[in-house]
């Protein structure tokens, strides 16, 4: 069985087809950027992960479409508190984890309670 793993991370998203036995068969890698419009603000678009996730697996079908084609599981991992929900389209601009705003944000509303 091959699963394919694929990985949105701060500085990049990877992904990759992996064997039984645990052998990487083949990956690929996309930059990611992080926006910083204020000091301590730390800001990422989900459609550049989107982008980068098509294009790491269009490597992957355009070098081992035969292996990407067996694949039997995905699995899925991203940064810390990454969770992005939308139903109306990609969201235009994610705040990351490491973003100082975020622990502004949670101390206005826990002083607020």
Known sequence: MITLGID???SSVKAA?????????ASASRPLTVSRPQS???????????????????????????????T???ALS???????????GIASVV???VSYRKYVRAYSALNDL
């Open 17 to 25: 087809l992996v064997g039984d036995d645990d052998h990487v068969i």
């Open 95 to 97: 705040t990351l984890f």
């Open 78 to 88: 991203g940064q810390l508190l990454g969770l992005v929900i939308s139903t109306a």
């Open 40 to 70: 301590g603000f730390s800001e990422q678009d989900p459609q550049h992960w989107w982008h980068a996730v098509c294009d790491a697996l269009d490597e992957l079908q355009a070098r081992c479409p035969a292996d990407l084609a067996e």
């Open 8 to 10: 949105i991370g701060t």
């Open 72 to 74: 039997r599981a995905i």
